[in-house]
């Protein structure tokens, strides 16, 4: 009798280990996508959770938290993003965060002959690229730099809206646009195309990247545990490499 009450009890452990192994589910702004990837194995070998990441436009991803998408954890590339995701009480008490920052970099092919040093300078182009600038955070921040500059009536229907910031980078890549404005985290990826010029700080709203578990997931003490984890010092370093700062108290 003792050693089946030993069994049962071995057994209950076991059980209850494997069932806090879980696997976290984090809508992330895709570009966090690489530094996502590299620190991915590093939380499962912390915790033992998975990670699965669903990467895209914070815009489009926050509407599918609100429609009832199953994440964890949501990582935007604004905080109004997540404010229509906390609005909707989806939001967990405590766990938001505003983790990264970014710039705005004009990007041109790597073998353009020519290239704007200056707003100005898109005056003279045909096509520019933007992430969707009535939705996607890369591209609102874009045309509130342009409407501030005095540019964007001009150059509006020169514009070539993309599904993402990424997209809009793969445009000027291609070649299919003279240039296109996107971060510069994901311009230092880019073998294809070259930065132009860097967006001044001060002519841009604030960037902010907030990071919060979410309550609808189907693992959130896990989805806790990966907020907590990109806070650590070790996620920051990667964050750093990969471009990335901390968000400064300057207004918007």
Known sequence: MRHLFLLCA???????????????????????SDALQELAP????????????SL?????????????APADVFLSA??????????????????????????????VPVDAKSAPSS????????????????????????KAWLVKAG?????APNVVPALNVRAALAAVETGR????????????HSKRARVAFLVPEQDVPRIVYPAAALTKGAA???GRAFVRFLQTDAARKVFTRHGFGVPSARAP
Do not use: C, I
């Open 10 to 32: 071995v057994s209950t452990l076991l059980s209850g280990g494997a069932a806090q192994a879980d696997t976290v589910l984090v809508f992330a702004a895709v570009s966090t």
């Open 151 to 155: 540019l964007w009536e001009a150059l």
């Open 56 to 68: 895209g436009a914070s815009s489009d991803l926050a509407r599918q938290a609100v429609a009832g």
């Open 119 to 142: 707003p100005a300078g898109l005056r003279g182009l045909k096509r520019l690229s933007l992430a969707d600038p009535e939705a996607v955070p890369a591209g609102v921040y874009a």
């Open 177 to 188: 646009v003279d240039a296109g404005v996107v971060y510069s985290t994901d311009a230092a």
């Open 42 to 53: 590093a939380f499962t070998r912390t915790t033992g959770h998975a990670v699965e990441f």
């Open 78 to 107: 604004d905080t109004a993003q997540m404010d229509a995701v906390e609005k909707a009480g989806l939001v967990a008490p405590s766990t938001r965060v505003d983790l990264l920052s970014n710039r705005l970099v004009v990007v």
């Open 220 to 222: 959130p003490e896990a």
